[in-house]
């Protein structure tokens, strides 16, 4: 069936033949938030100078909310509920927590393409690509970023997000990235309009019947990135700046 998705929706991304593998590396409990964005700008600017290689950072973090370039305050429901972070990734508001797998994306687009429409059709083909390993149709939305499941079950337009895609580009070095829904709480998307979209819900793969551990899902993950950006080599857990 990974072909039949990638035949259909997915944009192949590699490089040339010969390069480097894209670094992977999962870093276990959670992660705070704003030594992670501080860590990124720092590889990214160390990827932009050819001092780094490429980075794929598989994270959990506390439950906070983040607001993306795009945030509309009316869509911060109750900004008293979690932490709120103001970061420099396109998009509305959105939430991380745990049961939420982020994969923060680290990736040379001059050694790829520097496209960003592609890119993030990059993005999205992976994970319709994770979702599809385990008989869950994810979909595209022309007016919409993310990824989209149907649930017709609800009523008979019905859909609810599983993904979501936010990112950043510097001197062509992506940061941020994307966020699957696993086996977050739910409910705590309800402190925000999540990526200002009232009309639709937010679901999971556990809240769709897939009861599916972490690692099960990032070995997919892992394997699905591959078939679309190309070879990776996994490495120790970054070690983290200091707070500030």
């Not at 390069?19 to 160390?46: C, H």
């Not at 103001?86 to 994969?103: C, D, I």
């Not at 009861?211 to 699905?224: A, C």
């Amino acid at each position: 069936m990974l072909a039949q998705v990638r035949d259909t929706l997915a944009t192949i991304f590699t490089t040339e033949a010969g390069e480097e593998p894209v670094e992977w590396a999962i870093t276990d409990g959670l992660t705070d938030y704003d030594r992670a964005v501080a860590f990124m700008e720092e590889r990214a600017s160390e990827i932009a100078e050819g001092r780094a290689r490429e980075l794929v950072w598989l994270v959990e973090h506390p439950p906070l909310y983040t607001a993306g370039t795009s945030a509309q305050e009316t869509d911060l429901v109750e900004p008293d509920r979690f932490p709120v972070h103001r970061t420099g990734r396109g998009g509305q508001y959105t939430y991380h927590g745990p049961g939420q797998r982020v994969a923060y994306v680290m990736l040379d687009l001059k050694r790829r393409e520097p496209d960003l429409r592609r890119y993030v059709a990059a993005l999205e083909a992976w994970l319709i690509a994770t979702l599809d390993a385990y008989n869950v149709r994810g979909e595209r939305r022309e007016d919409r970023v993310g990824v989209w499941v149907r649930r017709p079950e609800k009523g008979e337009t019905a859909e609810d997000k599983i993904a979501a895609i936010g990112i950043r580009v510097r001197r062509w070095v992506t940061f941020h990235g994307i966020a699957l829904n696993v086996e977050p709480d739910l409910s705590h998307f309800t402190g925000i309009v999540p990526c200002g979209v009232t009309e639709h819900g937010v679901t999971s793969l556990v809240d769709l019947g897939r009861l599916v551990t972490m690692p099960e899902v990032d070995s997919v993950m892992r394997r699905t990135f591959e078939e679309i950006f190309g070879p990776t080599v996994p490495v120790k857990s970054p070690r983290l700046p200091k707070r500030g």
